[in-house]
């Protein structure tokens, strides 16, 4: 199932497919290890369009939501 | 001599590495963006000595704000490059790692808080990695200091790696992927104590009612703790001391010397805060109503620093500061800002466009009171209640919001959402919190005190020459009119350039009523930054920028002043 990023359940685990975004945007967050096939788990959500805290390789990162909704997910079929 | 530059993702213990390559104490923290600066220091190697520099973290060679510049200016001066890699996330690290061994330098690389990546069970087969790398690879333990005499013994073997030439940014993460594969083993990892602490202070439902618990903490800390050694160390040091004083007064008898040094007698007895005298109140302000009340803030800021939690509470706080066009990231400035504003503009530095670091910089500078000016604060304040003081705080936060929504509406510019790591939580180690708050402490003395010096000095020469009567006259009119103070007030306002911490001093013997103190002391914190904070902000904003931010805290200061007067003395 193909979702954005700020559109999972909190605890959910996922896959990234691709980095929307332009090529400034990416490769920042590529320097900090997010990619294409990297595993991240949601770990919060704030509210009001808050940020988002995602877990990668046992590392938590904070993401303006507005960043995170250009990183596009799947959740794989346990 | 060479000169050796420590390089590496932000948080991975460079500066604890400097400070044991050099013996310098500089500051460590557990967030990412500690340093923002470069720092030099000097190491014997043999007969040779060489030049060690300690630059700013970054994630890659192409910086994306002010400290990652001057991280990558750090490297291009470089002769040999000490590569710092974060052993618990050896995979991103090798990002950097692996665009610095393309770019034709010598490298070491310390493999740090190798104890870190033990405990959490991952395994890296090291020489495996130095064949991958073509460099040296010595896994360190900074904090603890095992594994830094190899490092430096092995610096000579610093090598160039045969050149691979520069790679893309994808396949530089297919050889990275390769060489993770061949040297790391990663064995399952149980969830811990730590994680769910993680969890439960970043999440909104949990992470609101602890951050609240904390701060209410801190303060608690900070104020009982500093009471508690004033009354029981400084305020008795100063009744030995008092018979010397007086002495000292009987013996020069009246006259200018007497002045200067001793300042007014009042009811023919020394009053350490009303006296003005260099030898009463130059040394009571500074170590028995200021001094306490550092210790404990510093004490308390090093736990926060050391432990992890500020980057947390950047999270929490970000959807408010983006309304002030910040981000979280804006609470590390102001918190530092709280013990000194010096350090707090510094800090703005991480943030990663001009507007966003003109508006952290000019809000510190307008609404976040330095711990010297607090604790007078709560030493002239406290006798009349804690509401008085809380009056004065409640000001300058509604000061701080409206500033923000305003600046964040009048500045052109972006103002870029959070991407920030979150550090694991460490246990604060108790050697490190001392000798950071032994050297804020050093720090405050040693400029502080010149500065306090030279402010009575100053206020006494003007008193003689009768200047701060003129002034008092000349903007009586409009201090009386507007503000609601007498125009002795005046005087107070202008040595608050010089110090704080003084010049809330200088309002007691004015006879002022609790409703016109918490006016006077709001402003002396809104109206203008010390001296100090004003060279940094014009070193960090420039002319113009300081300009600007200037003209916007005069604004402020007339329009906060004339409507807390409405508010707390009628018309
Ligand atoms: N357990 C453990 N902790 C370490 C080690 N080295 C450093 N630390 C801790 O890691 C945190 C970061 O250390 P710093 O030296 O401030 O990191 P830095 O790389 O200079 O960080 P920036 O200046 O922000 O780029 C501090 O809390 C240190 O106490 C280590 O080898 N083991
Ligand atoms: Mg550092």
Redesign the interface.
């Known amino acids: 199932m193909e979702t954005l990023l700020p559109a999972l359940t ?1 605890g959910t685990e996922a896959v990234i497919l691709r980095l929307a975004g332009g090529s400034s945007f990416r ?7 997010l ?1 294409e096939g990297v595993r991240v788990r949601l ?9 988002i ?1 995602i877990e990668v ?11 995170a909704a250009q990183i596009v997910v799947t959740v794989p079929a346990t | 001599m060479k000169k050796i530059v420590l390089m590496g993702n932000p948080n991975v213990g460079k500066s604890v590495v400097f400070s044991r390559l050099t013996g310098a104490t500089v500051i460590t923290s557990n967030y990412p963006g500690t340093t923002v600066d470069f720092s030099r220091g000097r190491m014997c190697l043999g007969k040779d000595r060489h030049e060690i520099v300690d630059a700013p973290g970054t ?2 060679l ?1 910086p ?1 704000n002010r400290a990652e510049e001057v991280a990558l200016e750090m490297f291009q001066e470089a002769d040999l490059v000490i590569v710092v890699v974060d052993a ?2 050896l ?2 690290n090798l ?2 790692a692996l665009q610095i061994l393309e770019a034709d330098r010598p490298v070491v690389v310390a493999l740090n808080m190798w104890d870190e990546a033990q405990h ?1 069970g991952i395994l890296i087969d090291v020489e495996r990695l130095e064949r991958e790398l073509q460099v040296p690879v010595i896994p360190t333990v900074a904090l603890s200091g095992e594994g830094i005499r190899e490092l430096v013994r092995r610096l000579d073997e610093a090598l160039t790696p045969r050149r691979p030439g520069r790679l893309t ?1 994808d396949a530089r ?1 297919v050889r990275i992927g390769e060489i993770v594969r061949n040297v790391q083993q990663v064995t399952h ?1 149980h969830r811990t104590l730590s994680d769910t602490l ?2 439960a202070s ?3 439902l949990t ?1 609101f009612p602890i951050a609240v618990l904390v701060m209410i903490g801190a303060l608690w800390l900070v104020t009982g703790i500093g009471e508690l050694l004033i009354a029981l160390v400084f305020d008795p040091l100063f009744e030995l001391y008092t018979p010397v004083a007086m002495a000292l007064s009987s013996w020069l008898g009246p006259g200018i010397l007497h002045e200067v040094l001793i300042g007014t007698l009042i009811d023919g007895r020394i009053d350490y805060v009303q006296s003005m005298g260099l030898l009463t109140t130059g040394l009571y302000v500074p170590f028995a109503m200021v001094l306490p009340y550092i210790i404990t803030f510093y004490a308390v800021l090093a736990v926060f620093e050391d432990s992890g939690y500020l ?1 947390r509470l ?3 706080f ?2 408010i500061f983006h309304r002030f066009g910040l ?2 990231f804006g609470v590390i400035p102001i918190f530092l800002g709280l013990g000194c504003n010096v350090p707090g503009v510094l800090a703005a530095r991480s943030l990663e466009t001009g507007k966003q670091r003109f508006i952290a910089t000019t809000l510190l500078a307008i609404s976040v009171p330095c711990m010297a000016k607090n604790a007078m604060v709560f030493g002239i304040l406290g006798p009349y209640g804690p509401r008085y003081i809380l009056m004065v705080f409640g000001a300058l936060a509604v000061v701080f919001v409206a500033a923000g929504l305003v600046l964040n509406r009048l500045l052109p510019g972006d103002s ?7 550090p ?1 939580y460490r246990r604060p180690d108790p050697m490190t919190v001392l000798k950071k708050v032994w050297m804020r402490v050093g720090g405050f003395v040693r400029e502080a005190i010149p500065f306090l010096f030279l402010g009575i000095l100053v206020v006494n020469l003007l008193h003689a020459l009768g200047v701060l009567g003129m002034l008092g006259l000349l903007f009586a009119p409009v201090v009386q009119a507007w503000l609601g103070l007498p125009g002795e007030t005046t005087a107070a306002l202008v040595i608050g350039f010089l110090r704080k911490d003084l010049a809330v001093g200088m309002l007691l013997p004015l006879g002022l009523t609790p409703e016109q103190l918490v006016i006077a002391t709001t402003l002396l914190t809104v109206y203008f930054p010390c001296v100090g904070t004003f060279a940094v902000m014009f070193k960090e904003l420039g002319a113009r920028g300081l300009v600007k931010a200037t003209a916007f805290m005069a604004c402020t200061a007339v329009l906060v002043g004339g409507l807390m007067r409405i508010a707390l003395l009628g018309l």
Do not use: Q
């Not at chain 1, 490769?27 to 290890?33: F, T």
């Not at chain 2, 870029?416 to 979150?422: K, Q």
């Open positions: 909190t490769k920042k967050i590529g320097e900090m290890g990619r770990v919060a959500k704030h509210l009001l369009g808050g940020p805290v390789s046992g590392r938590e990162i904070t993401l303006g939501r507005g960043m | 994630y890659s192409d994306s618990t996330n995979e991103r990002f950097l959490s940014d993460w990892r993680s969890e970043i999440r909104p992470g980057p950047a999270t929490l970000d959807t981000h979280g870029p959402e959070i991407c920030l790591e979150i694991p």
